[in-house]
């Protein structure tokens, strides 16, 4: 059956993202009691342990053509190191303030976009991977949020409540 629908004694499986090549899917699950992100082949077979998590995740967000598995957990972005199993928080939100915040990778690994609440309002942020200060890409009354960024690394889609109905919208990170 689907392995991400499956919830016998292999365990429940969630929130799967494809490898670089396009030969492996990287999920979340709790197998053989161990809480942690595992690999499987991308046609089915047995699936890997690449790292126990101690503390639950809210899901993988990619993985990257550096080998760097993202995933959210506690409010913050986090990226596991495929080959030494190496963990770094990328983002530091405070964790007693926990937001459901939607993280994006750019494609270069540069940048970082995200959505955050602030001042009761959720817009569109873009960080630096390597720290420093945010800019806030969108600035409105309407619930932004889900920010992925397009292949290029120029735009971003993201969704946006207007009216009551969530609707695409796209933002050019030059023109604004």
Known sequence: GD??????????????????????????SRREGQNGIWTMAAFGGASTLVKNLERSSRGLVCWSKSGLIYFISQGNLYSLNVTNQQVAQVSNFDPAKPVERGFSISPDEQQIAYS?????????????????????????????????????????????????????????????
């Open 3 to 28: 392995p991400f629908t499956n919830r016998s004694a292999e365990g429940n499986a969630a929130s799967p993202v494809w490898s670089p090549d396009g030969q492996q899917l990287a999920f979340l």
């Open 116 to 176: 955050d609440i602030q001042n009761g309002q959720s817009d569109i942020w873009v960080m630096p991977r390597a720290g420093g200060q945010p800019t806030r890409v969108t600035n409105d009354e309407s619930e932004d949020s889900q920010p992925v960024w397009t292949p290029d690394g120029k735009k971003i889609l993201y969704s946006s409540k207007r009216n009551g109905i969530k609707q695409i919208f796209m933002t050019s990170l030059d023109n604004r």
